[in-house]
């Protein structure tokens, strides 16, 4: 990525994360609990690896800083809201080195703070003045909602004594979609609703390329805590039939590079950094392969 | 109201109950733990008290049947995961005499299938095509979500010994907003967004109202089960300086007769069924008082 995009990212994402953090508490009294939650959870931000994807696709796709900004806020705001509820049901005591929202405030106010992140992630993308795709934005940040949610169901039952697809599907479905979300909306905004597709199939085959990535790192490092479902070890215990070698390094690369070549197809280069991603994992998988 | 509109609406109803339904299991898959939670929910509707408020107003705004149903499905949405989540929260067992859906599914599905509904009401409303007010619409929605879950946050920690004023602002935060939104959501659609305060006001004394009434029931029915916070009985407990008689029911008919007042200014007469539910409970205030 050049240079001078990539500052203009850097530039926007801080701005993006500010205009997350600071809808989310516009509307709620300073002082009460629900805003100090809220308040607390946003004021330790991650990466922004959603944001970054979404806004490197809307400067690509030449939509306006402040409009990027909303599309990024909203999907961060979306990806917050999976977080603070995820840490709830998997009863993880941390987050980004601090206490879970649940577990410094409780689990009702971590069920509280999740629905407004929620809400607050369509009244972003609705603040956006003066589009005639407004109702598209919508619809697909709901599908991309719905599909969320029911691979997070789908994870609290899922173990380790499902198959290998079973355990991709909940993968596809829990991780994919914020992924596909942030190339999704910049192209609806910018009129490629022809588009929304091929991106929603990037995204997922990224989410399931990176989770397998994710779980691998888990099981070198000691980090399987044993009461996570991991899909590296899945892969590693089951085996997968086509698959040479069958290992989970195998998959995660197959995926990645599936994604790569998917991410190719958008247009504008609006999935560029995706791509740089999946070169960064893909070069790492082969390095660790060494 | 005439016979013909109120067949009008018992119509629209049957028509929004199955819309809002409907569309909230769109997207997912039949058989899974998410999708029999939600429809499980939605096989017991109440009475559909708020989606006949928006019916109403929306017909009387000239708004066709179609939106007029897609707005009440979307208010019906947001007040069933409101519902979900209270049952979790309260620890209620009991929904409309079957079992809560998280004494059923688990609290961790009560989570989910509240995100889904919430989520839903938004997809509901953005499906509205071809109208100016979106953006005013999806911003109302989410003032009217915040507003209901710092009431929700703040009824976690309430109890008889707070003052009767801070008892009457959680009412209003929790109970009113739902009442609001169904006036509000057909007013913007209609145009006259002049009038979103004044529906917000007089849904918010509606709430009120209607929340002190639910508690003298509680009181006299011998339903009031101990862990539950009533308003009634705080009034009763601590008094009221200007109302005389010090009351409940004095307390009750005072924001019932403030909402009476404040509906009728509303255009168009869209707010005649609010009207008309102000009457009959004043009716039956003070009958039980004679």
Chains 1, 2 share one sequence.
């Not at 696709?57 to 800083?65: K, Q």
Request: net charge negative.
């Amino acid at each position: 990525m050049e240079p001078k995009i990539e500052s203009k990212i850097k530039k926007l994402l801080i701005e993006s994360q500010i205009l997350s953090h600071q809808s989310a508490l516009s509307g709620l009294s300073p002082g009460t609990r629900l805003y100090d939650a809220i308040d607390y959870h946003l004021s330790y931000p991650g990466s922004g690896a959603r944001m970054s994807l979404s806004l490197a696709a809307s400067l690509a796709l030449d939509i306006s800083p402040e409009r990027a900004a909303h599309l990024a806020a909203a999907v961060e705001s979306l990806h917050n809201a999976s977080l603070i509820q995820d840490d709830l049901q998997d009863r993880d005591a941390l987050r980004r080195g601090k206490p879970a929202v649940w577990k410094k405030f409780g689990p009702d106010l971590a069920i509280n703070a999740t629905d407004l992140l929620l809400s607050n992630a369509y009244a972003l993308v609705a603040s956006i003045g003066g589009v005639t795709s407004g109702q598209q934005l919508i619809s697909t940040m709901h599908q991309a909602v719905v599909k969320t949610l029911q691979g997070q169901t789908k994870d609290l039952s899922h173990n380790q004594s499902e198959s290998v697809t079973e355990g991709i599907a909940v993968a596809a479905d829990k991780s994919g979609p914020l992924f596909s979300l942030s190339l999704q909306l910049p192209l609806i905004l910018a009129g490629y609703e022809n588009c929304v597709d091929l991106a929603g199939e990037t995204g997922s085959l990224f989410g399931v390329g990176y989770q397998i990535f994710d779980d691998i790192q888990d099981l070198s490092k000691d980090r399987f805590a044993g009461n996570h479902f991991n899909l590296a070890q899945l892969v590693n215990e089951k085996g997968l039939s086509g698959i040479p070698g069958n290992r989970a390094e195998d998959l995660a690369h197959s995926y990645l590079a599936q994604a790569l070549k998917s991410a190719s197809k958008l247009p504008n280069g609006c999935a560029n950094l995706l791509c740089e991603n999946c070169v960064t994992l893909l070069a790492m998988l082969e390095k660790e392969a060494a």
